[in-house]
């Protein structure tokens, strides 16, 4: 029942794109979050956007692996591992409208459209064509973007402030909807990083018992995000056992809701300004050409002499060039006072002489040849 609750029937899909370091468990929470899906009869719309993956644990709709070849793109460029994802990303980002109109075709039939993206996350959060990707979906669906946190690799309050300022960083990229889950909770319970980010002091005692000078830097970091996560949303899910993710749901429909609330509106203002700011440079062009042309057709008008042309504007003088009558095209275009009439009659009457005694030349030839 949680399943359905973030995406109402007959709404829109709700893109999930799942970002994580690697080795956080992206692809496996991707599969635990495709086969719970599947369990509650509402199968999602699996992308996958990792070139550079061997096999995949989930059947996936889309896979770019499909469209473009990862090795193929290092040897052709000449590329390392990571050169070659970005540029396989970046290349799939060209036919990303394709990708969009099959979301559209498929919204009824899934209320969930789950993108896992690459190991590398630098390679999809910095590079332009994750921007891309991203915008393209949060313009026309709602989207949240889901933070996989490996949790037992955060149980040193360095590391942890270290993951918390990349997803600090990634929230205000992505201007969407932002949900931690720290994963493998089977491993070791998240509680202790709830209580780093709810009670200072209880950080801060973790952090009097490291002794570097990195310390120091991520004890004013602390200060800093106190108010990042008091609007957080943190969810401990183990993606081997399945568990957690009836909470996970219940924050991504919350999460949903902001979006609705909050995101949307903004992307509309923001379509809306550039919408105008794009009208209003074609009417300046516009402007200009009408301009422009006015200048032509008073210059030219005034070397011709012609008082009926300088009474028509741009657009007439271009829909009637080539067009005007006979006898004033060939007033107009006479700069050299020649009779073209009298010239091209003088030329025409000796041709047609000339060929009349060819031909009775060879008439005459004819006859006596048969004489």
């Not at 490996?150 to 600090?168: E, K």
């Not at 909770?185 to 202790?192: N, P, R, W």
């Not at 005692?205 to 957080?232: G, H, I, K, P």
Request: with cysteine; glycine share 6%.
């Amino acid at each position: 029942m949680a399943a359905a609750a973030g995406a109402p029937a007959g709404a829109a899909p709700v893109c999930v794109l799942v970002l994580g370091m690697a080795g956080s468990g992206k692809t496996t929470f991707v599969q635990r979050l495709a086969a719970h899906l599947h369990g509650q009869r509402c199968p999602p719309y699996v992308i996958n956007l990792d070139p550079a993956v061997h096999s995949l644990p989930f059947p996936a709709n889309i896979d770019i692996r499909d469209t473009v070849k990862y090795k193929e793109v290092m040897k052709q460029y000449g590329l390392g591992p990571n050169g070659g994802i970005v540029t396989s990303l970046n290349l799939f980002a060209t036919r990303f409208d394709q990708v969009m109109k099959f979301i559209e075709k498929r919204q009824n039939a899934s209320k969930y459209v789950i993108i896992d993206t690459p190991g590398q996350i630098e390679v999809f959060t910095w590079s332009a064509s994750g921007t891309i990707i991203t915008e393209a979906l949060a313009s026309s669906f709602p989207s949240v973007v889901v933070y996989v946190m490996d949790t037992s690799r955060s149980t040193n309050p360095i590391t942890f402030m270290s993951n918390m300022l990349y997803a600090c960083s990634i929230l205000y990229k992505t201007k969407l909807p932002f949900i931690v889950v720290m994963n493998k909770t089977d491993i070791i319970d998240h509680s202790f990083a709830v209580e780093w980010m709810q009670d200072f002091e209880t950080f801060q005692d973790a952090l009097n018992q490291e002794t570097s000078y990195v310390s120091n830097l991520t004890r004013s970091m602390s200060l800093v995000l106190d108010e990042f996560y008091s609007s957080l949303k943190v969810v401990g899910v183990s993606a081997v056992l399945g568990t957690g993710l009836e909470e996970f749901f219940t924050q991504l429909s919350k999460a949903v809701d902001e979006y609705e609330r909050e995101y949307r509106p903004e992307y509309e203002r923001l379509r809306k300004t550039l919408e105008e700011a794009q009208e209003k440079q074609k009417k300046e062009q516009l402007e200009h050409l009408w301009k422009d042309m006015g200048s032509v057709c008073m210059q030219s008008s005034t070397l011709a002499g012609s008082g009926d042309a300088s009474a028509m504007g741009p657009s007439e003088l271009i829909l009637t060039r080539g067009t005007l009558d006979e006898e004033e095209e060939e007033r107009d275009s006479d700069t050299d006072d020649i009779d073209h009439e009298v010239t091209e009659e003088s030329h025409e009457e000796p041709a047609f002489r000339n060929f009349m005694q060819d031909m009775q030349m060879k008439c005459q030839r004819k006859s006596n040849l048969n004489e």
